[in-house]
């Protein structure tokens, strides 16, 4: 599992690489620890809807019905995160969801990309 300071440093990271990438719209801060919680812990995704459509890489009229207004907007920056930060065994299919979800994520270790956003000391 995750120490509280590796998650609180993903999380900050998070929100810095959020700040650098909002020009597809911004992906709400209600959904980062959800983000987190599955890449680290590789705990299903909630809320799950929107948030597995997105991991499984549903077709885009799809995963439009399932976003509320805020995710809607960010759905560019949805995908420069999938594509950027997430691991690509973490995500493109439902088959990828579930085995990153029975393996525990990355089991709380950081991931190298995202920890390039924000330098906090342990």
Not at 67 to 94: G, K
Request: proline share 7%; net charge negative; hydrophobic share 40%.
């Amino acid at each position: 599992m995750t120490t509280a300071t590796t998650y609180q440093r993903m999380m900050l990271c998070l929100h810095g690489w959020v700040l650098c990438n909002t020009g597809g719209g911004a992906i709400p801060a209600y959904m980062h620890d959800h983000i987190m919680s599955y890449l680290l812990n590789g705990l299903r995704p909630d809320p799950g809807d929107f948030l597995e459509a997105v991991i499984c890489d549903l077709p885009f009229s799809q995963v439009v019905p399932l976003a509320d207004d805020q995710n809607r907007e960010a759905l560019l920056t949805w995908h420069r995160l999938l594509y950027n930060v997430f691991p690509s065994e973490a995500w493109r299919s439902r088959e990828n969801m579930d085995l990153w979800i029975e393996r525990g994520g990355t089991k709380g270790e950081p991931l190298p990309y995202l920890e390039r956003y924000v330098d906090v000391e342990d």
